[in-house]
């Protein structure tokens, strides 16, 4: 499990990215109509993550074929 601030997220064995917490700046890759997750949501990713990275305002998530997924408040 990651924890960032506010933001929390899980990688499970099957290649699968959970997604909860506070979104009011999009950073939850879920878009920007629900400003808090109270429970784990699946992150919807094409290919298998090798690195995440979250942060106050944003979401990195790079694949196993170096694609790289950011979501955050611009």
Known sequence: M???IRVYMD??????V???GDNSEGQLGLG????????PT?????EKP???SCGYYHT???TG???FNCFLSL
């Open 32 to 39: 920007d109509s629900l400003s808090e997750v109270d429970k």
């Open 42 to 46: 699946r992150l919807r990713i094409d």
């Open 2 to 4: 990651l924890t960032c």
């Open 60 to 62: 990195a998530i790079v």
């Open 11 to 16: 990688y499970t064995a099957e290649n699968r």
């Open 65 to 67: 074929k170096f694609k």
């Open 18 to 20: 959970w997604v909860w």
């Open 50 to 52: 090798v690195h995440i």
